[in-house]
């Protein structure tokens, strides 16, 4: 079955260091997505990216944010300088598009974010 | 604005219990979708199902069953029969209809976790 894969699992990094999380959607998928759960709390969308461009963002999703798709397959978020608060699992999702909303999104198995 | 409501924080359950996790939500739109997704310990999210608002009809699917109800904006999950695989945490989520290139933003409840014990 095909499926969202994402990388590092888990990465640390000092303060201010950017990181840039990977993640490979699902081929044949239009949409893509990151989200963000700071530990124990609720899955909060960041933005969203369609034909090469964010099609909507959350007020998370700062300048220290960037998104981009350098090729076919892959999908980055990269966080510029990173905050003790920028602690999370960061997950990427995708849709195929169709039903203009009611298509479910497939998740990766997330990257956690840890920042010291 | 859309929101997602899940006024259980946590439930405790023995095996072989039913249950049912409530769901209540908020959105201007007419067209709109509702979902559930399971985290279990492991943490990645994984889809259970999906209904549109414009079709109440409840259904049943193995183990899982829920409970629509547009005039109480209430979306309910419930378990039939828990195991103890069943334990995680439950999230109800809900997606506007897009036309846009937005695609379908999902706005997440808190969740409630599940804890069935054998």
């Known amino acids: 079955e095909p499926e969202v894969t994402q990388t590092p699992s888990h990465q640390v990094t000092q303060m201010g260091q950017e990181v840039i999380l990977r993640c490979v959607p699902i081929s044949n998928h239009l949409y893509f997505y990151w989200y963000r759960q700071i530990l124990g709390q609720k899955v909060e969308f960041l933005v969203s990216f369609y034909n090469n461009e964010i099609s909507e963002k959350s007020e998370i999703f700062d300048d220290q944010f960037s998104v981009e798709r350098p090729d076919g397959s892959n999908f980055t978020l990269k966080i510029r300088s990173t905050k003790l608060e920028d602690s999370a699992m960061y997950f990427c999702a995708s849709t195929s598009g169709q039903g203009a909303g009611g298509t479910e999104a497939f998740f990766g198995q997330g990257t956690r974010l840890t920042v010291v | 604005a859309q929101k997602v409501t899940q006024a259980q924080t946590e439930i405790s359950v023995v095996e072989k219990e039913d249950v049912t996790l409530d769901c209540v939500y908020e959105t201007r739109d007419t067209t709109y979708y509702l979902f559930w997704y399971k985290q279990p310990p492991s943490g990645e999210l994984v889809f259970l199902i999906r209904r549109n608002s414009f079709d109440e009809q409840n259904e049943i699917s193995g183990r899982y069953s829920w409970n629509f109800q547009k005039s109480t904006s209430s979306f309910n999950f419930t378990i039939t029969a828990s195991q103890v695989v069943d334990s995680a945490v439950y999230f109800c989520?809900?997606?506007?209809?897009?036309?846009?290139?937005?695609?379908?933003?999902?706005?997440f409840g808190g969740g409630t976790r599940v804890l069935v014990k054998p």
């Open positions: 989520a809900l997606s506007e209809y897009q036309i846009s290139a937005a695609g379908n933003k999902l706005t």
